[in-house]
């Protein structure tokens, strides 16, 4: 599970990423809205272990090392840090994209044989910024998970390359709910879909650790214990109750 508290990274000025907080599991997709371009790549970078938070906390299965997070996630097509470069074709972005993937997990495969396994050697010629939205997310997403290490996936601004966000909701949706290989999903987006019911989140929607006084994280998680340990007090309660009540 990845568990962020109250997590903030400090700018020169402004925070880079205002205090959020979020919890996402194999299995589950969460989408994260942030109006600022900024804020949205802060995020993804901070979640996939790229970039050192200032505060809160941050762990991926109970482990705080940011390194243990950085093998076990993937940031995709994040603006002008891993996006796709414009002149590259698909064939050779797939080349560059498995020659970073650890050999012993990749093996002798090539562009051309992956791109045919994977159903994309319909585009293997076409220039990256001519590929359809759909198939642009789905072919990133599929790189990303050439590394069977991987088991979160972060996209950054996915809704920026259509208006439609069937485009990228279905693949994170399938990716997530994969019976065979369930993902910790995350999409951080400027708005959330019509419509939605799933989990998210709010960028900033924290307070941040200075701000809060000693103790109060403490008392908060005690006070969540305390509320979900109440109804089985009440109902205990109630038993002993209705055993006077037969005794009598």
């Known amino acids: ?31 994260v809205r942030g109006e600022n371009q900024d ?3 802060a995020l993804a970078l901070t979640l996939s272990g790229r970039m050192k938070p200032s505060s809160g906390h941050l762990s991926w299965n109970g482990n705080t090392r940011l390194k243990t997070l950085r093998k076990a996630s993937a940031l995709v097509d994040s603006p002008g840090i891993n ?13 560059e994209d498995l ?11 090539l562009a051309k044989p992956w791109l045919k396994l994977n159903a994309f050697e319909d585009v293997e010629k076409l220039w990256v910024d001519e590929l359809p939205a759909e ?3 789905g072919l990133l997403t599929q790189l990303a998970l050439a590394d069977p290490a991987v088991d979160l996936l972060v996209l950054d601004s996915p809704d920026r390359h ?17 019976a065979g290989r369930p993902l910790a999903v995350v999409a951080v987006v400027a708005t959330l879909p019509d419509g939605w019911k799933g989990p998210s989140a ?13 103790g109060a994280e403490e008392d908060a998680e005690a006070a969540e214990t305390a509320t979900a340990a109440a109804p089985a007090e009440a109902s205990d309660e109630q038993s002993a109750e209705e055993n006077v009540e037969e005794e009598k």
């Open 135 to 137: 198939r642009r997310v």
């Open 99 to 109: 020659a970073l993937i650890p050999r012993r997990y990749r093996g002798a495969l």
């Open 39 to 41: 804020d949205r790549t």
């Open 83 to 95: 996006e796709p470069e414009q002149h590259l074709s698909v064939c050779d972005l797939v080349t």
């Open 162 to 178: 259509s208006a439609d966000p069937a485009v990228w909701l279905q693949r994170c949706e399938d990716l997530a709910y994969d």
């Open 1 to 31: 599970m990845l568990d962020a508290r109250a997590l903030q990274v400090n700018g020169r000025r402004t925070d880079l990423l205002p205090a959020t907080s979020l919890r996402v599991s194999p299995g589950e997709l969460l989408l």
């Open 202 to 214: 709010v960028i900033g929607n924290s307070v941040p650790h200075a701000e809060l006084p000693p």
